[in-house]
């Protein structure tokens, strides 16, 4: 099966009250904020998957604007843009047909066409276009092509809008199939040394980053060879702005990280040991886990804690119940400050990359089930008993498997779990989250 391309990534910019966030309910549906409940995820309404006829891709609120006045909105706003023009690879910029066009809007599509970005401007609050297309049209004056006529409310213009904008996306080219370099996203907090990590790793200081207020920086993507393999790191560290609100700087954070989340194979969380480990880090995994990817837990600065006997023992345990849904990623303790460890967490990529990729055959897979059947039985439920039929791996990134069987209801969370563990138990797949879909064939009882 070819290596499954990442999603694209849609920004959307806007100022407060032109709908964004009735348009965001829309696009994702009713349960936007939480796919599935995984224990101990919780996510904010910052990104949501959208599906579009073939086409799937994240699309991402850059953050709410306080309107305390012109100037501050404008400043916020601009912000926002250059939150999307760091990370998305189309912008959907939205206005209102209702306040007309400001001079915000202005300000803000100049930043925006200065970016090479592509940008489709969406007049949404359309709720009657035969009356209000001499309204979109003065969206002209703004220079950055057609305005695009939608109503979020009633749902109208919202295919022929979503048709314009699969055009933008990144062809999937055939070079991304063949190219069979491990693609690695290091990902946490601010200043739990991941540029200095990356800059180790690389052996020269080219991600350092400016504390002046508001500078910023496209994400770099650094090529490295180790012992002759070739990786490629997606650094995230991203952009430390002074004078931000506490949620701003986690709403970046977390765009930040899906967006480099969405690129990779292996994502290495990167956790501060002299801090250990905290509910921001249990958000970045959380997308990381959602996502499917390989995952490695790297404590960083291990060489500052004091230790005894125990130390990493304790640590672990911290890090497993901190990040109980994500039991299978591998914990490595280094020092980018030192260099301590940092060949270990190439081996650990490698060896994370690989299960990420592995294939089972279906012959050995039901060998597994029908054993792992035997020895616990399947659970019943007012006289129905499941039975397990068939198994059989369909994908990789992450190894995903269909399980045919009669009454897919009674094949309860726990169970699933427990043919995962079986399966775990054979063939390892350290540092790799598993998928399973279930899917029901009904037979003829004899």
């Known amino acids: 099966m070819a290596y499954k391309a990442s999603r694209p990534i849609v920004a959307v910019v806007g100022r407060p009250n032109v709908g964004k966030s009735t348009f965001f309910n829309v696009m994702a549906g009713s349960d936007i904020s939480i796919v599935k409940d995984t224990p101990g995820i919780t996510r904010d309404r910052i990104y949501a998957d959208v599906s579009w006829l073939n086409y799937n891709f994240t699309l991402i609120d850059t953050g709410g604007i306080e309107p305390d006045s012109k100037d501050i909105i404008l400043s916020q706003m601009r912000s926002q843009a250059q939150v999307a023009i760091d990370t998305a690879d189309v912008i959907l910029f939205m206005v209102d047909v209702k306040q007309g066009l400001v001079d915000a809007d202005g300000k803000v599509a100049d930043m925006l066409r200065r970016s090479q970005k592509p940008v489709l401007l969406v007049v949404n609050k359309v709720d009657a276009p035969a009356k209000q ?67 180790r790793l690389l052996g020269e200081d080219r991600l350092i980053v400016s504390d002046i207020a508001g500078t910023t920086r496209d994400a770099v993507d650094a090529e490295v060879t180790y012992h002759g393999k070739q990786y490629i790191f997606i650094d995230t560290a991203g952009v430390r702005r002074k004078n931000k609100i506490k949620e701003d700087l986690e709403r970046f954070m977390i765009i930040r990280a899906v967006s480099a989340i969405e690129r990779a194979d292996v994502v290495v969380l990167v956790i501060d040991a002299t801090e250990g480990v905290t509910e921001q880090d249990a958000k970045i995994a959380g997308i990381a886990h959602e996502r499917g990817k390989a995952a490695i837990v790297a404590v960083n600065k291990w060489d500052a804690v004091e230790k005894d006997d125990k ?3 304790r640590f672990q345990e911290k890090i497993r119940q901190t990040l109980s849904f994500m039991s299978y990623a591998e914990i490595i303790f280094i020092s980018a400050l030192t260099g301590q460890h940092l060949h270990k967490l190439y081996e650990t990529i490698d ?29 019943t439920d007012k006289g129905k008993r499941l039975r397990l039929y068939y198994i059989t791996q369909v994908s990789v990134k992450p190894p995903t498997f269909v399980i045919f069987v009669n009454y897919k209801e009674l094949m309860h969370f726990s169970y699933t779990r427990y043919i995962e563990n079986k399966i775990r ?3 390892g797949f350290r540092g790799t989250p598993l998928h399973f879909i279930i899917r029901e064939r009904r037979e003829k009882e004899q």
Do not use: C
């Open 133 to 199: 297309m001499a309204d979109v049209y003065e969206f002209y004056n703004l220079g950055i092509g057609d305005p695009w006529p939608v109503s979020s409310v009633n749902r109208t213009g919202l295919g022929d809008m979503l048709d314009e904008l699969v055009k933008y996306f990144p062809e999937q080219s055939t070079e991304d199939e063949e190219d069979d370099r491990i693609r690695v996203a290091i990902v946490g907090k601010p200043n739990v040394g991941k540029s200095s990590l990356i800059n």
């Open 311 to 313: 130390t990493i023992y």
């Open 351 to 379: 060896m994370v990359a690989e299960n990420h990729a592995m294939r089972i055959s279906t012959g050995v897979l039901n060998e597994i089930m029908t054993e792992a059947v035997a020895m616990q039985q399947p659970p």
């Open 425 to 427: 138990d054979t063939f």
